[in-house]
């Protein structure tokens, strides 16, 4: 009981005071003056930390691609960690093992009945409010999948220099128009934040063009100087501001076979596509924000062993 309690706390206090800083100061701050010192202090931080640095500041070799199948042993390699720092986003395919596949099958079975036959930390539900599509969601332990947590650790281990245990929601998402408005923060190109930022995905099924798949802008992730002038400048810190034409020349949709995990760095231009058609889309998302908070950025540690 007394462990819960602690758990409850650490979570309300990394959701606050901790919180990893994002444009909500911005968009309070329109004077530039104001929101370039601010960008420089935190930005100044990150480069410290030696992983942030080499993805998010440091030039890599173009790589032929940034798809991948994956290896016998399931690692992310060298090789894929490059085109990741290169291009902002890694794709591999036939992701999991069968079984691991097949658990996860399961999961959004339950999901998409709002159902409960599996060990869900928090249940399928609805999420209300939502006017042309239809979201079910749930939380789950990545512990209790275990090729995804080593491809998790992998990923948080090399990018923030420290094994960092994500937060892992469950979506079913459907559309039930014909089409949808555009919303912002979602299917508007846009970043998180201006900070080094990751977020990892699987879905167990193929994703279309129709099916609403994740785009991305490619490079859009690198912190130079069109990236902090258009986080000196933006008002939505989306598509809509001018300067964001700046971050990037090409944009690409992630549409997947089945079994297919990316990563992407979120601090760049990135949305969910609408869809063009009646459809529905399984996906999880794994997220490290809460974990990785304020004073990981603030004070970097170098020397984490590296998985
Ligand atoms: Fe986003």
Redesign the pocket.
């Known amino acids: 009981m007394y462990f819960r309690y602690l758990n409850f706390f650490n979570s309300k206090i990394n959701k606050s005071i901790l919180r990893t800083p994002g444009v909500e100061f911005l968009k309070k701050n329109k004077d530039v003056e104001k929101r370039s010192k601010y960008l420089n202090f935190w930005i100044n931080r990150c480069k410290k930390n030696s992983g942030l640095k080499f993805f998010f500041f440091d030039e890599q070799i173009k790589t032929d691609s940034f798809t991948y199948a994956s290896s016998n042993d399931f690692k992310i390699s060298s090789t894929m960690f490059d085109s990741l720092g290169y291009y902002g986003l890694l794709i591999i395919k036939n992701a999991l093992p069968q079984n691991e596949l097949f658990k996860i099958i399961s999961y959004f079975d339950d999901l998409a009945k709002l159902e409960n036959h599996n060990n869900w930390l928090t249940k399928p539900s609805k999420v209300i409010g939502r006017t042309d599509t239809e979201l079910n969601t749930g939380k789950v332990d990545i512990d209790q999948f275990p090729y995804l947590k080593s491809y998790s650790d992998q990923a948080s281990t090399r990018i923030f220099n420290k094994k960092i245990k994500p937060n892992v929601d469950m979506h079913y998402l459907k559309i039930i128009n014909n089409s949808e408005d555009p919303i912002r923060?979602?299917t508007y190109l846009?970043s998180?934040r201006f900070i080094p930022h990751f977020k990892m995905f699987y879905t167990p099924y193929a994703i279309s063009e129709n099916d609403a798949p994740f785009e991305y802008a490619l490079q859009s992730h690198k912190i130079n100087l069109n990236y902090i002038e258009f986080f000196k400048q933006s008002v939505f810190f989306d598509e809509t501001d001018q300067t964001s034409r700046n971050l990037y020349n090409e944009k690409i949709k992630v549409t997947t076979e089945p079994n297919t995990l990316y990563i992407a760095f979120?601090n760049g231009l990135?949305r969910r596509s609408d869809f063009k058609s009646k459809s529905e889309r399984c996906m999880m998302f794994f997220q490290y924000v809460e974990r990785f908070n304020k004073l990981n950025y603030l004070f970097p540690r170098n020397n984490e062993n590296i998985i």
Request: aromatic residues 0%.
């Open positions: 923060g979602e846009h998180d979120t990135h």
